[in-house]
């Protein structure tokens, strides 16, 4: 029998079609019969009661919004019938939280394949990491990182290939002989900012490349500077200090200003780069216990089954990955408007209830200031797939960090726990926030999409995953795992186990994602000033 409507919590006055639904026609949910009085397309709610203006509607078990209009019973809800509402926040002090962990003794003695560093860290990828420290030198660090993968055989050169065919009619072979074979590849950072705006910005811009250069993805860096910029070497060496007072790996330095030319500046760079690739190739994988994997948990391009598909099943594997003794990251602070009192309840101390109710009302002053509010976070292509306020966005997008206790609240940039869900700072577009995640210190993100996004990341791996089956067919180039068959009631634990052993390949380097495959490296610092 076909499922076609789901209740997700039994409290919840709206229901969820996983079908589309015609007017006039009758639906069941344990016993309970609904005859819609308007279509309901796929991903839509409709409502269980009828509701005065201003009645509060409800699902996951919590509010999520309020009816503008009159609402029948069977009735579509829409931005028309239906506004933002998201019940009060206060400070709890009750720390008491009860989680029942899963049962992950199947992957009890499981390792992954990482990279051991010095200090213990683990890397599931081994890249030479070539920065800016300001816009300016965007084109420099470009040039010298497509020179090192074309000569070293890392850039697939697809695209360059297919239009020397067109041009010369005959295919250029591509140099599968690479010279380092434990490196990974050369990476790149482009910037925004790093000068021309807010000392604080330049400040902060500072401390993420340095987390971008400090993280055990990362075996050595070359970094450009102009030299007059505001984010100084000195700046970034002292950020390096603070993020890693005994940072050692090899780090080359070029300020084009002291060069009297470009093209001597750019050849040194190439040749002393050479010359250290050796010591990042000294590094291989070996066998790493499951509790050194870190996590992020990322949405994105999301739809109505985001919330029941998805998000669930990679919070399940957060639990899991939490029970192993590893670390979540749970970021876009703006898609947990509407969430917070699951956030605070599961907070187990006052101080950390308190830092994540201050990160939020700080986000919201801000975006006050510039007259909107964060609870303004869904797009076009959320509301046309059926999540109608941010707090129904919300609400499934925090299922993205499963049932776990909140080890860390940690502002952009802070460092993530080591173990536990870490709840860190980012805004919710999808390039800011896993620049953030990658930051704090994750060394995978599985990013979960309804609709479709290219984004990835220079140095971490991006696991894109699918809502529904429709988008992980039509975008099989762009998605590495399909959790649609939950919509059409494969068991979610099932799912959740293939996806986790998903994460253990890819971590693993046993699978390249697709965001790699497709060299979709993004970076998005998050300026949270101004620009002078």
């Excluded at 010095?118 to 030198?137: Q, S």
Aim: charged share 25%; with cysteine.
């Amino acid at each position: 029998m076909m499922i076609k409507i789901l209740r997700i919590e039994e409290s919840d006055n709206l229901i969820v079609a996983l079908k589309d639904l015609k007017k006039g026609e009758v639906v069941e949910w344990k016993g309970e019969c609904f005859t819609l009085v308007t279509d309901v397309h796929a991903k839509h709610k409709f409502a269980t009661e009828d509701l005065a203006v201003g009645g509060v509607v409800s699902m996951y078990g919590t509010a999520v919004g309020k009816a503008t209009k009159p609402i029948k019973k069977g009735e579509v809800i829409t931005t028309e019938n239906i506004k933002h509402y998201a019940a009060p926040v206060t400070l709890n002090t009750d720390t008491q939280y009860s989680w029942h962990a899963p049962d992950v003794s199947s992957f009890k003695g499981r390792t992954f394949k990482g990279y051991v560093r010095e200090d213990g860290r683990v890397g599931t990828a081994n890249y030479w990491l070539i920065l800016p420290l300001v816009f300016c030198e965007n084109r420099n660090v470009n040039k010298l990182t497509n020179a090192l993968n074309e000569a070293l055989g890392y850039s697939s050169l697809s695209l360059k290939n297919y239009a020397r065919q067109l041009v010369n009619k005959e295919k250029d072979a591509l140099n599968d002989v690479k010279p380092f074979p434990n490196i990974d590849g050369v990476r790149a950072i482009s910037v925004t900012s790093g000068c021309g705006g807010a000392a604080s910005d330049c400040q902060s811009l500072s401390d993420v490349l340095a987390a971008y250069a400090d993280h055990p993805n990362v075996a050595g860096i070359t970094v450009f500077s102009l030299g007059c910029e505001k984010t100084q070497i000195e700046m970034f060496k002292e950020s390096l200090k603070k993020r890693n007072s005994n940072f050692n790996k090899p780090a080359l330095f070029y300020r084009q200003q002291d060069w009297a030319s470009e093209e001597e500046m750019m050849q040194d760079a190439l040749k002393s780069t050479l010359e250290l690739l050796p010591k990042a190739n000294a590094y291989s994988r070996s066998d790493v216990p499951l509790s050194k994997l870190k996590i992020g948990v990322k949405c994105g391009g999301s739809d109505g089954f985001s919330g029941i598909s998805a998000n669930p099943a990679m919070g399940i594997v957060s639990d899991y990955v939490v029970s192993l003794g590893g670390g979540s990251a749970l970021a876009e602070f703006p898609e947990l408007c509407g969430a917070e009192g699951n956030i605070i309840s599961r907070c187990d101390t006052v101080e950390k209830k308190q830092k994540f109710i201050d990160l939020m009302a700080k986000y919201e002053k801000v975006a006050n200031f510039f007259d909107t509010s964060i609870s303004d976070n869904p797009s076009w292509g959320n509301i046309k797939d059926g999540l109608i306020t941010d707090a129904i966005k919300s609400t499934g997008a925090a299922k993205k960090g499963g049932n776990a206790p909140v080890a860390a609240v940690v502002d952009y940039c802070e460092p993530m726990a080591d173990a536990g869900l870490s709840l860190v700072c980012t805004p919710g577009n999808d390039v800011d926030a896993v620049t953030g995640q990658v930051a704090s210190g994750c060394n995978v993100v599985i990013f979960s999409t309804g609709l479709g996004t290219p984004t990835g990341n220079p140095i971490v791996p991006v696991i894109k995953i699918a809502t529904n089956s429709e988008i992980a067919e039509h975008l099989s180039d762009m998605i590495d795992f399909d959790c649609g068959p939950i919509i059409d009631g494969k068991p979610m634990h099932e799912v959740s186990m293939g996806l986790f052993e998903r994460v253990i390949d890819t971590a693993s380097g046993d699978y390249k994602v697709k965001a790699d495959r497709l060299e979709q490296y993004d970076f998005l610092f998050w300026k949270r000033s101004l620009d002078l």
